[in-house]
DNA sequence: CAAGTAATTGTTTTT
DNA sequence: CAATTACTTG
């Protein structure tokens, strides 16, 4: 054996996994028992021993995992550099590579993809055109279509069967929903349109090809996939495809962590890897590097399957004497707020870096209230799960001039951008759009069927946009299609400010990309680490507390976390209550957040919420504690009480009578 | 036909 | 409350 690194500090069974050879391998692998570092020491093993990098696939969650799992790994071997030949990235975003370099084979002269604002575009303009808008009876909105079609595409039941369970309102007009379906798939292959679903199903379907998929098996020895509980048919159906045998096939996960299954997602697809392959070899990693005990014993408590002792977490780190987890009974949503903001600040104060301290949620929308106490007292934080930076109005305006540049015949976005001039609404834009798809339109003609007041300002536009077709450099071509959008970004919002700063920070991030077309690829598929990267964020030398999403938050750790909103509609959310598969998934969820904690754990309970989660409208409605926060639970917890209210003490006023000032001489 | 205004409606998690 | 849809006005 080598010494050049990746055996260091591995236990027996990381060892043991790292090591295995080319059969199946099935990795078990319980929260923060060091699977990351596992992983990327059996890529650097690998790697060590000539497997040229270009063989070997890594699937992980995040492309911001896989990026720092391949480059470790390189380092490792001490070569930075063969790090970026490895195939790293999500499902999605390897389908991307994949299917653009063989859209030929399916038909296609390229990708031309549809993000999921872009399927919600669509699906709003052939509602339109089925006359299914405006008729007085309601119908599903667009984006509730959206994501209808994409539930029954990955859970693979029809959709009619998935109406009448996701929203029984509308059962009496499956017949229109489904028309609009069948058009959509239509209207998506006469155009050469994929949506990230689709990516995936091409991808698998270039696998089942006899030719193609032989060649593509070709191209790799090596399959490791981490996070394996929450892939989905298609995805399963890739991976044997890629590996039928089994032989190069690592797949990595924990069935308590399973929390995607509204996303055709299922904890049993790991245990499926077994059965189809009998001969693998099964590792189990049961020791916890991650948190000290009290935290796990929580975690044990809430992990589904309580009370099976192969599954209990045992934690490894030295014991330094630690309290129990906290659970904080508090007031309301305020006070809850202001309570973490003072314990986070007062960790700081101690030495603990606001990096090293995160904020936990069940929906995005339940840290609303702190998000205001902590821009008050001028704590930065980054939140991640919100609505995402690329997905607001004028970053979108900006990508669409950039897609019309790398592709012509994408007719959402000149649609979007000409619906952006002043006098072209709707009508105009759908009947001058189809005169812009091609290569080298007419400006001319597009110019003369256009209204009169429109003219200067679209003239404008598509001389820019001809500019940056006209030049392949990178920079020029990103400060043109800044050219054509500025203007309208100025003209078309009252608050253009802050919103022109954000177009100028997308176009320079695009004018520093050689590949204009993967700039745009990558910003769509992988809005995770682009959100976080553009958006007005503190930045990344700057330390900053981390608000997320549970679901965002999967597979990283913090020294300190604090949980909020653990209460029962919160989380577990009530829209998952009515079935005991919704209640089991929130309770993996739930035990997802607990055991993103190193050291210290804080669990708020609000006695009463907004009976809406904005919280605009006043009224509160009371709440009971999280129904996981069970008896067994609560033994493991400590319970703080929200510190007593101070309360106003009675003031003796006398007789003394005060006038409210009138301001009459202002208005004299 | 576009733009402005009034009414309505929707609420989880993500690639 | 914000975002979308429906209706009115120029």
Redesign the pocket.
């Known amino acids: 054996m080598s010494d050049s690194g990746w055996s260091e500090g591995l236990d027996e069974s990381q060892l043991e996994a790292v090591t295995h050879g080319a059969g199946p391998l099935v990795v078990m692998a319980g929260a923060g028992t060091g699977k990351t570092r596992m992983l990327t020491a059996r890529v650097a093993r690998l790697l060590e021993s000539r497997v040229p990098p270009e063989r070997v696939m890594l699937l992980t ?3 911001r995992a896989a990026a720092a799992m391949t480059s470790r790994a390189a380092a490792m071997c001490g070569d930075s550099r063969i790090g970026q030949r490895v195939w790293g ?5 390897v389908a991307h590579r994949v299917v653009t370099e063989y859209a030929g084979v399916l038909g296609l002269s390229a990708v031309t993809l549809l ?2 604002e872009d399927v ?1 575009a669509l699906m ?1 303009l052939l ?1 339109a055109e089925h006359g299914l ?12 279509l959206a ?1 209808l079609f ?2 029954a595409v ?1 859970t693979q039941r029809p959709a009619r069967e998935v109406i009448g369970e ?1 929203m029984p ?1 509308f059962v009496h007009q499956s017949d229109e929903i489904i028309g609009l379906f069948r058009a959509f798939m239509a209207r998506k292959r006469q155009q050469g349109l994929l949506d ?2 689709d990516l ?1 199903l091409c991808w698998a379907q270039l696998l089942a090809d006899p030719v193609i998929g032989a060649k593509l098996r070709r191209r790799w020895d090596w399959v490791l996939v981490d996070e394996y509980q929450d892939v989905n048919r298609a995805q399963v159906e890739i991976v044997t495809g890629l590996r039928p045998d089994g032989s190069g096939l690592t797949v990595v996960g924990d069935d308590a962590q399973a ?5 055709g997602a299922s904890g049993a697809h790991l245990g499926d890897v077994l059965d189809r392959h009998p001969e693998a070899t099964l590792v189990r990693l049961q020791r916890n590097f991650r948190s000290v005990q009290p935290v796990l014993d929580l975690a044990n408590v809430i992990r589904p399957g309580y009370g099976d002792s192969r599954l209990q977490l045992t934690a490894d780190r030295a014991s330094v004497r630690v309290g129990k987890p906290l659970l904080v009974h508090c007031e309301d949503a305020d006070t809850e707020a202001r309570m973490i903001a003072d314990a986070v600040l007062d960790s700081q104060q101690n030495g603990l870096p606001l990096k090293e301290q995160a904020v936990l ?6 840290g609303r209230a702190l998000e205001v106490e902590l821009a008050v007292r001028n704590v930065p934080y980054v939140k ?5 930076f690329v997905d607001t ?1 004028h970053v979108r305006d900006l990508i669409a001039a950039l897609r019309v540049v790398t592709n012509p015949r994408d007719e959402l976005s000149w649609y979007r951008l000409l ?1 952006l ?11 001058l759009t189809p005169m812009l798809l091609t290569a080298d339109p007419d400006t001319n003609a597009v110019l003369a069927s256009s ?1 009169d ?2 003219r200067t300002a679209l003239a404008a536009t598509l001389a820019h946009l001809a500019t940056a077709r006209s030049t392949e450099v990178a920079a020029d071509r990103a400060a043109a299609c800044l050219s054509a959008v500025r203007p309208l970004v100025r003209a078309h919002y009252t608050d253009w400010q802050a919103r022109v700063e954000d177009v100028d920070r997308i176009a320079e991030a695009a004018g520093a990309h050689a590949d204009l077309a993967a700039f745009i690829a990558e910003l769509t ?4 680490s682009s959100s976080a990267d553009y958006a007005k964020a503190p930045h990344k030398d700057e330390d900053y507390l981390t608000l ?5 938050a ?1 597979g990283l750790e913090w020294s300190s976390v604090h949980l909020i909103h653990a209460v029962d509609g919160a989380f ?2 009530d ?2 209550v009515s079935d005991d598969h ?1 209640i089991e ?2 309770q993996r ?1 739930f035990y997802v957040a607990i055991t993103r904690a190193r050291d210290t754990l804080s669990i708020y309970t609000p006695a009463r919420l907004p ?7 006043a009224r509160q409605i009371h709440v009971k504690g999280s129904r996981f926060l069970t008896d067994e639970a609560l033994e493991t917890l400590d319970i703080q009480e929200q510190a007593a209210v101070l309360t106003a003490a009675a003031v003796d006023t006398g007789n003394a009578r005060v006038s409210i000032p009138t301001l009459d001489h202002l208005f004299g």
């Open positions: 969650f995040t492309r990235g999500t499902f999605h975003a993000d999921p919600i709003d509602r808008t405006g008729t007085g009876t309601r119908f599903p909105s667009s984006a509730k994501e994409s539930r990955n996701e309102d990230f679903d995936l929390i995607y299954s509204f996303r949620m069940r929906a995005g929308s339940h991640y799960g919100g609505i995402r109005a619906c001039h002043r006098n072209l609404g709707r009508a105009y834009s759908r009947a209204p007041k429109a598929l992988d809005p995770g997320s999403t549970v679901h965002s999967k577990p959310s829209m998952a919704g998934e929130e969820v009976v809406d989660w904005n919280g605009y409208r």
